[in-house]
């Protein structure tokens, strides 16, 4: 499961790169479905971080890995 989230970050983040930003796995609990990430670079501290958490990162996530139910960016 972790390999399959992470091959679906690795499709992502290319796009979030173009604009100086990123993003990496963190943690997977496979009980609740919730996955932690870290955003990076510009994605960090942009405003518009939550949308793109939101409707980039999560909703290609879910699509991809159904078993994915949430997506919570984490500082670490």
């Given at each position: 499961?972790?390999?399959?989230?992470?091959n679906v970050i690795?499709?992502?983040?290319?796009?979030?790169?173009?604009?100086?930003?990123?993003?990496?796995?963190?943690?997977?609990?496979?009980?609740?479905?919730?996955?932690?990430?870290?955003?990076?670079?510009?994605?960090?501290?942009?405003?518009?971080?939550?949308?793109?958490?939101?409707?980039?990162?999560?909703?290609?996530?879910?699509?991809?890995?159904?078993?994915?139910?949430?997506?919570?960016?984490?500082?670490?």
């Amino acid at each position: 499961m972790v390999e399959k989230i992470k091959n679906v970050i690795e499709q992502i983040r290319p796009s979030l790169q173009m604009d100086g930003g990123d993003v990496q796995f963190v943690d997977f609990d496979s009980a609740s479905g919730l996955l932690k990430i870290e955003l990076m670079g510009h994605c960090a501290h942009c405003p518009m971080s939550s949308v793109t958490l939101g409707q980039g990162i999560e909703a290609e996530l879910k699509r991809s890995v159904p078993e994915v139910k949430e997506v919570r960016a984490v500082q670490m």
